[in-house]
């Protein structure tokens, strides 16, 4: 059974470049702040690169507790044969990326016009333990 906290109706569209290095900097920018201001629980998020932009759509609910998310991007190689030797590799880097930004909410691809492999990672900020 799904978890009804994860589920959404609701979609936004972020349209923006990436970075010098391929990394979604501006557009997380532009998410974040959004977030915040509208008073949104950030769902899930998806992403792709078209005509030299990024575009993330954001799925979320406005009818909860928000709670402050952080968008993280990394590249994780070269696209290639997208073979069986290829598809373990990437794999194998979607694991270790996610790791780095735990807890982990959802995930996406893209790649760059240049063939280079990206993961974002949506990750929840978790509020300092009170000890």
Wanted: net charge negative; proline share 5%.
């Amino acid at each position: 059974m799904a978890d009804s906290a994860q589920v959404h109706y609701l979609f936004k569209l972020f349209v923006g470049s990436l970075d010098d290095a391929g990394h979604i900097t501006e557009v997380a920018k532009q998410v974040n702040e959004w977030a915040a201001k509208d008073k949104v629980a950030v769902k899930s998020v998806g992403a792709a690169v078209a005509k030299g932009k990024l575009m993330l759509t954001i799925g979320y609910r406005d009818d909860e507790e928000p709670y402050e998310v952080a968008l993280h991007s990394s590249k994780i190689g070269r696209v290639g044969p997208l073979d069986g030797d290829e598809q373990q590799r990437f794999t194998r880097a979607i694991v270790a990326g996610g790791n780095n930004w735990p807890p982990v909410l959802g995930h996406a691809l893209y790649v760059t016009k240049d063939g280079d492999l990206y993961l974002v990672v949506l990750s929840l900020v978790e509020p300092p333990r009170e000890e």
